[in-house]
């Protein structure tokens, strides 16, 4: 994004932030590091916090590890800053085995959710210090600082203590005192946790605009979904310290590959069953042949199949935008579509949208979500048909254990 159109600021912030600059990021633009995890795994005593993670992230991409808390994902970044000392498994940094290098060797920076800005040096000393360790000319500090501070953009600002800043602005300065020595890559543990959700939403976005000028590998840890698919060119899902799936925003969202994901990253609707996959050329979706699922007396089809030969416990997970409810009949119906009869709970009005929360008959829950303009004519209370194409059905394997590790 270029200077001259800023990422609009929430109201308070001073305008100095937004003003264009002279001093161009450019001056801190690096190559990415590539970071290879193999068979990572971290135990402690009773506890094993990371098990047999592998992941390669590219280098310049912006990769999210998200995953509810105590899932490793901040074991697995302090084992790629060197921090913690894998158990087993190796960690590679543009293909070289780095075990053994000690973390200010590692040519990373990082970015923890307390700012962690020595409180008695100003701005411009608290920037300077990852330089003056590095044995910087005082010239070129001077000029690495105050294009530190332009990328981050709170220029004029080199004479505050951290004491006179915001929150929002302390962690701008610890952002630019990680990138000030333009690493090859930069880590970062929740760095927005603190902050409230305006300037989170706002800071967002700036850090992925730095991430752009720069062209450093970003490696960030988070438990916020949302945050995850604003940011995030792939995101690796953790759960009980393995990753479940590596993809991109849209691919986990559209296609989950565990029922995990699937209800960790956005709402849907879950219908579990017995899943039988059909025989080539039968009655389900797609030329794959699909499969059956029976609910509520119905039987739902789907895509694909699940693995195993007879019938498997399963489920059929639709995101709400793909469902939709018709009162007084039209549902649509024949090969192409799924339905399900169901009571309309509660209605909740969200401005651009409407989500409808819906009872099937057999008790479990329903969720629709439908854009303004569009919304069916229908109250809580009423009887519904819900329909979806059997090509937006997503079939997955059940798993017992994914509201515990959700709630
Ligand atoms: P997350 O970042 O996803 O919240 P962590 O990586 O911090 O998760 O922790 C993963 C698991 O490892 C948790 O069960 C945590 O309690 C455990 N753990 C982390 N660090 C230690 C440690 N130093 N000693 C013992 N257990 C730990």
Request: aromatic share 0%.
């Given at each position: 994004m270029p200077d001259s159109a800023p990422t609009p600021a929430p109201a308070g912030l001073p305008r100095a932030a937004l003003a264009p600059t002279a001093l161009t990021p450019a001056a801190l633009a690096r190559a990415g590091g590539e970071i290879t995890l193999e068979r990572l795994t971290k135990r402690y005593a009773d506890t094993s916090?990371?098990?047999?993670v592998s992941l390669t992230i590219r280098p310049g991409e912006f990769m999210t590890l998200l995953?509810?808390?105590?899932?490793?994902k901040t074991t697995t970044l302090n084992a790629i800053a060197g921090f913690v000392t894998p158990t087993s498994g190796r960690l590679l940094i543009d293909g070289v085995a780095v075990d053994n290098v000690p973390p200010h060797r590692r040519d990373i920076g990082m970015v923890f959710q307390h700012y962690a800005l020595f409180p008695h040096m100003t701005v411009a000393e608290n920037i300077a210090f990852p330089l003056k360790q590095r044995k910087v000319a005082r010239g070129r500090r001077a000029e690495l600082v105050g294009a530190a501070l332009a990328t981050v953009r709170l220029p004029g600002f080199e004479r505050r203590y951290p004491h006179e800043l915001s929150g929002g602005q302390q962690q701008r300065v610890a952002v630019a005192r990680s990138i000030v020595y333009a690493p090859r890559v930069m880590l970062m543990d929740?760095?927005?946790?603190?902050?409230?959700k305006k300037l989170r939403d706002w800071l967002q976005l700036e850090i992925k605009r730095i991430h752009d000028e720069l062209g450093t590998t970003f490696v960030y840890v988070t438990h916020d979904q949302d945050e995850a698919l604003v940011l995030s060119d792939r995101v690796a899902v953790f759960n009980h310290g393995r990753i479940q799936q590596v993809g991109t925003p849209g691919e986990l969202y559209e296609r989950p590959s565990t029922l995990f994901v699937a209800q960790f990253l956005g709402d849907s609707t879950v219908l579990r069953g017995q899943v039988n996959r059909n025989g080539?050329?039968?009655?389900?979706?797609?030329?794959?042949g699909g499969s059956t699922l029976g609910k509520c007396g119905r039987i739902l089809r789907a895509p694909g199949s699940l693995d195993g030969a007879g019938p498997t416990d399963g489920a059929i997970v639709v995101r709400p935008e793909r469902l939709a409810v018709h009162g007084n009949g039209g549902a649509p119906d024949g090969a192409d579509w799924n339905t399900l009869p169901a009571v309309v709970e509660r209605e909740i009005y969200l401005g651009s949208s409407r989500k409808l929360e819906l009872r099937l008959p057999d008790g479990d829950p329903a969720l629709v979500r439908e854009q303004a303009g569009r919304l069916a004519d229908v109250r809580p209370g009423d009887q519904v048909t819900l329909a979806w194409r059997v090509a937006d059905s997503v079939l997955l394997t059940d798993d017992p254990d994914v509201e515990a590790a959700l709630t």
């Open positions: 916090a990371v098990e047999d995953g509810p808390s105590g899932s490793g929740e760095p927005l946790g603190a902050l409230d080539s050329g039968g009655a389900g979706g797609g030329s794959d």
